[in-house]
C-alpha cells in the first residue's frame, strides 16, 4: 500500500525526471488572487500605518517631527492601523461566508487608492482630508458587500448582525468629526465621532466576530446555528436580536456618556459588549490546545472590560484606561485573528496547535507598553521618558509579530 511521505520530507521524484509535486505548487500568491484575498495587502499596510503612528509622539517629544502628533496619533491608529485589518479580514471572510464573489482587482485598487489617500493625508497634519478619504473608504467597502449580499448562497452567523452595527460607527463618527462644532451647539461632535470609530466600532465588531471566531480558536464547541441557506429562520432571526439590541447600546452609550452621565454611558458599552463575549465564548472553561495563542487570547479579552473599569474609577487617566482596551484588548485580538487567518490562508494552521511562542513574546511586550503608558500618566515629570519607552516596546511586538506572519501573507495555501 502506497504512503505519502512524512511532512517536511519531499516525495519521490517521478520517474520521467520531471518537477515533483512541492516543485510545481507556487511559493507566493498570484497577483490575479490578491484582490479576493485583500489581507494580504492591507495587514503590512496597516502595520506600517501604526508603527508610524506609534513612533510620532517620541519622535515629537524629543523635537524630531513639528507637529503635534495627538489628532494624527488618534486617527492613524483607529483608522489606518485597525480599519485595514478589518477590512483585510472581512474583504477576505465575508464573501467566502455568504458565498458570493470575492473583490476584483478594480474595487480592491480604489480601496487601496483611498487608504493611502487617506493615510498619507493624517501624516501630513491635512485630518479634514483624511477623515472625509477614510469616510469614502469605509462606506465604499460597505457598498461593495451590500451588492453581493442579495445574491448570497448562504447566510452569515448570528452574531454578524453585531459587525454590521459596528462597521456603521465608522462612517458615522468620521461624519461627526468632519462636521465638528458647526453642526450644533452644545454637543461635542468630534468627541462623539472619536469615540463611535475608537470604541464603538472596535468594539462591536470584535464581540460580533468574536462570539462566532473564538470558540472555534479555542476549541469550544460553537453557540450559534446556521440555516444553512439565503434565508434566515426563526432562530437565526431570535440569534441575531440580541447582537442588534447590543449594538443600538453601545450607539445611544455615547450619548448618555457625553450629553448626561459619563460613567453610565461607559458602563452601558463595556458591560453589554463583555457580558454578550462572556455568554458567547466561556472563557472559564480549559482550551482544546493550551497555549500562547490561547493564553493572549484570554489576557486580550480580559483587558477590555478591565479597561472600561478603569476609566469608570479612575477618571483622570481614562487616557490609559483606554489604552489597555485598544493597546493590550482590541489591539492583541487583532494580531491574533490576523495570525489566525494568515496561517491558514498559508495553510500552516496546524502550526498554531503548538505553543505559538511568538505571540507570547508580543504578549509580553504589549503589556510591558501598556504599564509605561500607564506610568507616563502617572508621573507627568516623566512623561516623555515613559511615553518613548511605551512606544518604543510597542514597535518592537510589532516588528515580533511582523517577523512571523507577514511573509506569509504572500504565501499560498501549500496544503494540498
Known amino acids: 500500500m502506497k504512503q505519502d511521505p512524512p511532512a517536511g520530507v519531499p516525495g519521490p521524484v517521478p520517474a520521467d525526471g520531471g518537477p515533483t509535486d512541492e516543485e510545481l505548487r507556487p511559493q507566493t500568491i498570484r497577483w490575479s488572487e490578491l484582490p479576493g484575498e485583500p489581507f494580504r495587502l492591507f495587514f503590512p499596510l496597516g ?51 455568504l458565498e458570493v464573489r470575492p473583490l476584483g482587482w478594480p474595487e480592491t ?15 501630513g497634519g491635512w485630518l479634514a482630508f483624511g477623515d472625509g478619504a477614510f469616510l469614502v473608504f469605509f462606506a465604499g467597502f460597505a457598498t461593495m458587500l451590500a451588492r453581493r449580499f442579495p445574491r448570497r448562497s448562504d447566510l452569515p452567523p448570528p452574531s454578524f448582525a453585531l459587525v454590521v452595527c459596528g462597521f456603521a460607527h465608522f462612517p458615522v463618527g468620521l461624519l461627526f468629526l468632519l462636521g465638528g462644532s458647526g453642526w450644533g451647539a452644545g454637543i461635542p461632535w468630534s468627541r462623539l465621532g472619536m469615540g463611535f470609530v475608537a470604541e464603538g466600532a472596535l468594539l462591536c465588531m470584535i464581540a460580533g466576530v468574536g462570539a462566532f471566531f473564538f470558540p472555534r ?110 493597546l493590550t484588548g482590541i489591539g492583541l485580538i487583532t494580531w491574533i485573528v490576523a495570525t489566525r487567518v494568515i496561517f491558514g490562508h498559508a495553510g500552516l494552521g496546524a502550526r498554531l496547535k503548538g505553543p505559538v511562542k511568538f505571540l507570547g513574546i508580543v504578549l509580553a511586550l504589549s503589556v510591558a507598553s501598556l504599564v509605561l503608558r500607564f506610568l507616563a500618566d502617572v508621573h507627568p515629570e516623566a512623561y516623555a521618558f515613559y511615553l518613548g519607552k511605551a512606544a518604543f516596546l510597542w514597535v518592537a511586538a510589532a516588528a515580533v509579530w511582523a517577523f512571523h506572519t507577514v511573509p506569509l501573507a504572500f504565501r499560498p495555501d501549500t496544503d494540498p
Open 217 to 326: 480558536l479555542l476549541g469550544y464547541p460553537p453557540r450559534q446555528r446556521f440555516p444553512g441557506g439565503p434565508t434566515p429562520d426563526a432562530e437565526w432571526v431570535r440569534g441575531a436580536m440580541a447582537p442588534f439590541l447590543i449594538g443600538a447600546l453601545v450607539f445611544a452609550s455615547f450619548w448618555i456618556e457625553y450629553m448626561t452621565h459619563e460613567a453610565t454611558g461607559i458602563a452601558l458599552r463595556y458591560v453589554s459588549v463583555s457580558a454578550y463575549l462572556l455568554r458567547m465564548v466561556p472563557l472559564w472553561k480549559k482550551p482544546e490546545q493550551p497555549g500562547f495563542l490561547t493564553f493572549s487570547l484570554k489576557v486580550a479579552l480580559a483587558s477590555v472590560p478591565l479597561g472600561g473599569i478603569a476609566m469608570i474609577l479612575f477618571p483622570a487617566f481614562r487616557t490609559a484606561g483606554l489604552h489597555a482596551v485598544l
Open 109 to 123: 485598487a480604489a480601496l487601496l487608492g483611498v487608504y493611502l489617500a487617506g493615510s498619507v493625508a493624517y501624516a
Open 47 to 97: 502595520l506600517l500605518a501604526g508603527v508610524f503612528a506609534v513612533i510620532l509622539w517620541p519622535l515629537f517629544l524629543y523635537g524630531l517631527w513639528p507637529l503635534f502628533p495627538g489628532p494624527t496619533h488618534g486617527r492613524m491608529m483607529i483608522m489606518s492601523f485597525f480599519g485595514a485589518f478589518v477590512v483585510g479580514f472581512l474583504g477576505t471572510a465575508a464573501p467566502r461566508i
